[in-house]
């Protein structure tokens, strides 16, 4: 290979098994042990969920800031964002993710821990980026813009913090005490608020709900959209994506004008990807499964956007690979599996030597040819 150029080595999380940092540290090992001349950059990245700010700190020169917030449950917890000089990073999940929810149960969870931390942040700057993935919540962002500022009444005039499973209990919304602020959430779901798409029916059984409760979660949605689009005077109703993360990005849109953009562009754009690819002779990503899903939206698809666009190759290692995935439509010029197709997880494998021993064979062979 020519000297001047590397390798830029960008895996999303081996869910379930590798975080992403782990896991690009183990890819760049492996190209270096296996071919100890071949220069390397390792970009952990991620879409929104869980593991973002990681991506993000390891990727962005800024600081971490300590906050005491609210979980799901509304109980006292701490958590942490990324500030930066171009905007603070807040991942969602580091408040009211499923992982730290003490019981699942998404007609009383609330959004509010966020809503704090987005109010600390706002102290800083006036830039913010959420990454709104493994929400435990459905209460469309209505805690977030309580602990903003914003005041919900029900039908006697008392006010209230709805959540998921209250939403049709709100009879006025005033939103006038939030401040300005220029919010971009990550969204890389294309679901609306209500209805056999939304967040109800599509999201919360994994979030605890049961078939009734989804019900009346949907039920609350659409109502609460009804009194957002008269009193607040947005209609998020079809937005798409507006069901991400139980409906926050609908309730962000109405209620701090938020964008909802694609995740990985997001990530890509904060850390300068397309300035990596101006070097790179190669791409190599990866993630737990890769799928149908892998080419719509998520991190993958749109890595080989950005590479197609500087005629750079993409390989991505991932643990399995569903059969019948379609290589050439996907845009990679390689998809190779440390494991075979539903291969179930074991707790005594060791992942991270079957991902080193795969990259390691796989670059031992192909960059010794170049």
């Given at each position: 290979?020519?000297?001047?150029?590397?390798?830029?080595i960008c895996p999303d999380?081996?869910?379930?098994?590798?975080?992403?940092?782990?896991?690009?540290?183990?890819?760049?090992?492996?190209?270096?042990?296996?071919?100890?001349?071949?220069?390397?950059?390792?970009?952990?990245?991620?879409?929104?969920?869980?593991?973002?700010?990681?991506?993000?700190?390891?990727?962005?020169?800024?600081?971490?800031?300590?906050?005491?917030?609210?979980?799901?449950?509304?109980?006292?917890?701490?958590?942490?964002?990324?500030?930066?000089?171009?905007?603070?990073?807040?991942?969602?999940?580091?408040?009211?993710?499923?992982?730290?929810?003490?019981?699942?149960?998404?007609?009383?969870?609330?959004?509010?821990?966020?809503?704090?931390?987005?109010?600390?942040?706002?102290?800083?700057t006036k830039s913010i980026?959420?990454?709104?993935?493994?929400?435990?919540?459905?209460?469309?962002?209505?805690?977030?813009?309580?602990?903003?500022?914003?005041?919900?009444?029900?039908?006697?005039?008392?006010?209230?913090?709805?959540?998921?499973?209250?939403?049709?209990?709100?009879?006025?919304?005033?939103?006038?005490?939030?401040?300005?602020?220029?919010?971009?959430?990550?969204?890389?779901?294309?679901?609306?608020?209500?209805?056999?798409?939304?967040?109800?029916?599509?999201?919360?059984?994994?979030?605890?709900?049961?078939?009734?409760?989804?019900?009346?979660?949907?039920?609350?949605?659409?109502?609460?959209?009804?009194?957002?689009?008269?009193?607040?005077?947005?209609?998020?109703?079809?937005?798409?994506?507006?069901?991400?993360?139980?409906?926050?990005?609908?309730?962000l849109v109405a209620f701090?004008?938020?964008?909802?953009?694609?995740?990985?562009?997001?990530?890509?754009?904060?850390?300068?990807?397309?300035?990596?690819?101006?070097?790179?002779?190669?791409?190599?990503?990866?993630?737990?499964?890769?799928?149908?899903?892998?080419?719509?939206?998520?991190?993958?698809?749109?890595?080989?956007?950005?590479?197609?666009?500087?005629?750079?190759?993409?390989?991505?290692?991932?643990?399995?690979?569903?059969?019948?995935?379609?290589?050439?439509?996907?845009?990679?010029?390689?998809?190779?599996?440390?494991?075979?197709?539903?291969?179930?997880?074991?707790?005594?494998?060791?992942?991270?030597?079957?991902?080193?021993?795969?990259?390691?064979?796989?670059?031992?062979?192909?960059?010794?040819?170049?």
């Amino acid at each position: 290979m020519h000297t001047s150029k590397q390798i830029v080595i960008c895996p999303d999380s081996f869910k379930g098994t590798l975080p992403a940092d782990e896991a690009a540290e183990i890819i760049e090992r492996a190209v270096n042990d296996a071919v100890p001349s071949t220069k390397t950059f390792a970009m952990p990245i991620a879409d929104g969920g869980e593991g973002t700010l990681d991506c993000f700190r390891r990727a962005l020169s800024g600081r971490i800031i300590g906050v005491q917030t609210r979980n799901a449950n509304f109980r006292p917890c701490n958590a942490t964002y990324l500030l930066t000089p171009q905007c603070a990073v807040i991942e969602s999940a580091k408040a009211i993710g499923l992982a730290s929810t003490e019981f699942r149960n998404p007609a009383r969870t609330t959004s509010y821990g966020v809503g704090l931390m987005m109010a600390d942040a706002l102290k800083r700057t006036k830039s913010i980026t959420l990454a709104l993935g493994g929400s435990s919540t459905n209460d469309a962002g209505a805690g977030i813009a309580a602990a903003l500022g914003a005041v919900f009444y029900d039908d006697k005039g008392n006010p209230f913090v709805p959540t998921g499973g209250t939403l049709i209990n709100v009879n006025s919304i005033d939103i006038s005490a939030i401040p300005p602020a220029d919010v971009t959430c990550m969204c890389d779901v294309d679901n609306p608020l209500y209805g056999e798409r939304g967040a109800a029916y599509v999201f919360s059984p994994q979030k605890g709900a049961d078939y009734a409760m989804v019900k009346k979660l949907d039920d609350g949605l659409k109502h609460f959209a009804d009194v957002i689009k008269r009193d607040v005077g947005s209609d998020v109703s079809e937005i798409p994506g507006g069901g991400a993360a139980g409906g926050i990005a609908a309730g962000l849109v109405a209620f701090c004008g938020a964008k909802l953009k694609s995740g990985i562009d997001i990530m890509l754009d904060l850390t300068k990807f397309d300035d990596l690819l101006e070097t790179a002779s190669m791409v190599v990503t990866g993630e737990g499964r890769l799928d149908s899903q892998s080419t719509g939206g998520k991190a993958i698809s749109g890595i080989v956007r950005r590479a197609a666009a500087h005629n750079v190759p993409v390989i991505a290692i991932c643990g399995q690979i569903e059969p019948g995935f379609d290589l050439e439509k996907s845009g990679l010029s390689l998809a190779i599996a440390t494991s075979p197709f539903n291969t179930p997880l074991s707790p005594g494998r060791n992942y991270a030597k079957e991902l080193y021993d795969t990259a390691y064979n796989l670059f031992a062979e192909t960059l010794k040819k170049q």
